[in-house]
């Protein structure tokens, strides 16, 4: 484990993380949004810490975060596709 800072390096992994997946992914992927992910999210950062284990974990929670996140974002799409097409029959 590594730690540059003296706080601060939990919220700073997410906004590296957040920056490379909206570069490149166009999403940004939420942590904490209640109480039950924030929680889940804690335990993985635990065990990755404490037993060096966990990264795999991690990266399954993330993933399974940007494909919902793409999942909305292509329903805002086709809603959006739908409308336009709807306003051309008009």
Do not use: W
């Amino acid at each position: 484990m590594i730690h540059p800072f003296l706080d601060g390096n939990g919220r700073m992994c997410r906004i590296i993380l957040n920056g490379i997946m909206f570069k490149y992914a166009g999403i940004m992927v939420p942590f904490g949004e209640n109480g039950e992910q924030r929680s889940e999210y804690l335990g993985i950062c635990r065990r990755a810490g404490d037993q060096s284990e966990g990264h795999g974990e991690l990266a399954t929670m993330v993933l399974r975060r940007a494909v919902a996140q793409l999942r909305k974002k292509k329903q805002l799409l086709h809603g959006k596709a739908a409308k336009r097409n709807d306003l051309t029959c008009i």
